[in-house]
């Protein structure tokens, strides 16, 4: 028997020693058949990552729930429809736990960073726009970033928005 044969089943004899269920798993996901069209070309990172063979082997995200640590979302997107978190979570003193909304720098300019971030991570595949990466995950915003004190790490809230997500049951972090 020629080496690499060996070595594939020695590999695979080990994953199922090791990790019993990811087989099962595997064969489980459901198989959509989305292709590169253009909604999937018009987020170029897609095809950076080679997202297409994941997506026809079932992958979408869906189960997934990711959670977003940044400046906010805005939480009435089309984009996010049904797909946000209950636990979002407002890690600021300037507006009510559950708005995760974005607000108004002090330069004046509004900060859509968290939004575009999220879109890049879960947007909608839905014949409009782009789509995510992970298009049918459910999306966690925790607005974190850029509301404590910069200069007092003591006062930046990123750590705790970041256990906070473990908590929810996030199986996915971006921060």
Do not use: C
């Not at 089943?9 to 087989?23: E, G, V």
């Not at 009510?96 to 900060?111: C, I, N, Y």
Request: charged fraction near 20%; proline fraction near 6%; charge should be negative.
């Amino acid at each position: 028997m020629p080496t690499r044969f060996r070595t594939i089943k020695l590999f695979l004899a080990t994953t199922a020693l090791f990790a019993p269920n990811l087989s099962l798993a595997q064969e489980s996901v459901a198989s959509p058949a989305p292709v590169a069209d253009a909604e999937y070309s018009r987020n170029w990172g897609l095809s950076m990552i080679n997202a297409l063979p994941a997506y026809l082997k079932g992958y979408t995200g869906k189960g997934v729930v990711v959670a977003i640590v940044d400046t906010g979302l805005d939480i009435n997107h089309p984009e996010f429809v049904a797909r946000i978190s209950k636990a979002l979570h407002n890690f600021g003193t300037d507006k009510r736990l559950a708005d995760v909304s974005h607000s108004v720098d002090k330069d004046g300019v509004p900060d859509g960073h968290g939004t575009h971030v999220a879109g890049i991570i879960g947007a909608a595949r839905d014949g409009t726009g782009m789509q995510g990466v992970a298009y049918e995950s459910t999306v966690l915003p925790l607005r974190a970033v850029d509301i404590g004190d910069p200069d007092d790490p003591e006062m930046d809230p990123t750590n705790e928005a970041i256990e906070y997500a473990i908590g929810a049951g996030a199986g996915v972090l971006n921060g």
